[in-house]
């Protein structure tokens, strides 16, 4: 009885299968579709989408003035539904099909010819329509960042228009160009989960709109104090466990590199949130529950492109780095050059994913990036290997200097057409009235 238990477990397994994907019983077994890596990115996947909705919704709502609440849930609402159809019509085809050095194939235009087996070349243990769907997420908080650089101030119209534009000419070709098979990931830039293609990527773009739309009425002189940090802090806390899926989830399976990334990634964010605390408490003589959560998400986002490649103790020092450097980046450099990024995507995200990046070509242990397809790992400088730093400086020059240039131009072209920002009486009415009609009670 013993021995036939498991025998009738691979029975059972074995018809389950076939009444489940029928025909492409066979492809999956020589697709190894594995069940536990499958799990575990489902899992991740939806951890991703959560930092969006209502993690970032909650998180930026919760940093602008009331009449503005609604109208910025609406723009990580809009990035939400239109970046998923985008995605499914071609995003996904020209990032991740292939082996262009600049951008992808039209093989997945609306998805054509990915079956219920299907397993793509970067994911091998799991479905091909997971894969997708996961890296959906990505491109759909990427966009949804770029938001914070212009709250307060953007047409609704124009943000969606901005949403088509950005995500086509900017986010699909970086990705491709990193994570897809194109020039930057054939040099051997790292990044695991995101440093150029998601935070130096969409903090440029913030600043670049902040330049193109000018300040916010009354920046500088008038209060614009949040309206409800306790939203902010919500959102904080979904986006620290959902980057759990973030960086975790880039390991793509259930994997103790997987759970390594995990690890450093909450050690990056007690670091970044324990330092900026420290650092606001000594210069201004009280710790801000602003510069608390501020801090976390900077260790979050500097931690992100290294996570894959570090051990703990170099979790915690990126993290302390990541502190220091965005509160200088978020206080005294924003001042000095008088940009109104308004909820500091630049100084955290685009600062913090520079930061990590060029952290990663520092740290990067070559045990933990051993694979049958790489079997040496990657190594860093302090593994003796000084080249992966200079290789993590080209990847941040062609980051910085695309998504800039594209996206000045985008904005640029929308505001031929669209009036990019609203009216003076309409700001100082609000964006929840005057672009959508409602406001909070």
């Given at each position: 009885m013993t021995f036939n238990l498991p025998c009738r477990r691979v029975r059972m397994a074995a018809v389950s299968l076939v009444l489940v994907s029928g025909p492409a019983a066979a492809q999956t077994a020589t697709a190894r579709i594995d069940g536990a890596d499958t799990a575990w990115m489902i899992a991740a996947t939806a951890l991703v989408l959560m930092m969006t909705i209502p993690g970032l919704a909650l998180f930026y709502a919760g940093m602008v003035r009331k009449k503005n609440v609604l109208a910025t849930m609406a723009q990580s609402l809009a990035a939400t539904f239109i970046v998923s159809l985008l995605w499914v019509v071609a995003g996904y085809s020209l990032t991740f099909t292939g082996g262009g050095a600049v951008i992808g194939s039209i093989s997945r235009l609306f998805l054509h010819g990915l079956a219920l087996n299907s397993i793509s070349p970067f994911a091998k243990t799991i479905p091909e329509s997971l894969f997708m769907l996961y890296q959906m997420t990505f491109a759909i908080i990427t966009v949804a960042l770029v938001a914070g650089g212009v709250a307060d101030r953007m047409r609704f119209s124009a943000f969606v228009a901005f949403c088509v534009l950005w995500l086509f000419v900017v986010y699909v070709p970086i990705a491709h160009w990193v994570w897809g098979g194109g020039f930057l990931g054939a040099a051997g830039v790292i990044d695991f989960a995101g440093g150029t293609v998601v935070h130096i990527n969409a903090g440029i773009?913030?600043?670049?709109?902040?330049?193109?739309?000018?300040?916010?009425?009354?920046?500088?002189?008038?209060?614009?104090?949040?309206?409800?940090?306790?939203?902010?802090?919500?959102?904080?806390?979904?986006?620290?466990?959902?980057?759990?899926?973030?960086?975790?989830?880039?390991?793509?399976?259930?994997?103790?590199?997987?759970?390594?990334?995990?690890?450093?990634?909450?050690?990056?964010a007690c670091a970044g949130a324990l330092t900026w605390t420290a650092l606001e408490w000594w210069t201004r003589g009280k710790p801000s529950v602003l510069g608390m959560i501020s801090g976390a998400v900077a260790g979050l986002g500097t931690i992100t492109p290294a996570s894959g490649f570090v051990l703990p103790m170099h979790g915690i020092a990126i993290g302390i780095v990541a502190g220091l450097i965005c509160f200088w980046a978020c206080t005294k450099l924003k001042l000095k050059f008088g940009y109104d990024d308004s909820l500091d995507v630049f100084g955290v995200h685009g600062i913090g994913g520079v930061t990590g990046t060029l952290l990663a070509g520092v740290f990067a242990t070559a045990a933990l990036s051993a694979s049958p397809d790489l079997p040496h790992g990657v190594a860093g400088l302090i593994e003796g290997n000084p080249k992966q730093l200079l290789i993590q400086c080209y990847g941040v020059a062609v980051t910085v200097l695309w998504?800039?240039?594209?996206t000045y131009l985008i904005f640029k072209l929308i505001g031929a057409f669209i009036p990019l920002r609203v009216t003076e009486m309409q700001e100082r009415e609000g964006l929840d009235v005057s672009m959508h009609g409602e406001a909070l009670q």
């Open positions: 773009a913030g600043l670049v709109g902040a330049y193109v739309l000018g300040t916010r009425r009354g920046y500088g002189h008038e209060n614009l104090a949040p309206f409800d940090l306790s939203l902010a802090v919500i959102g904080t806390g979904l986006l620290w466990v959902g980057w759990f899926g973030f960086n975790g989830g880039s390991a793509l399976g259930a994997t103790p590199r997987a759970v390594m990334a995990i690890v450093v990634t909450h050690l990056a998504s800039g240039v594209a």
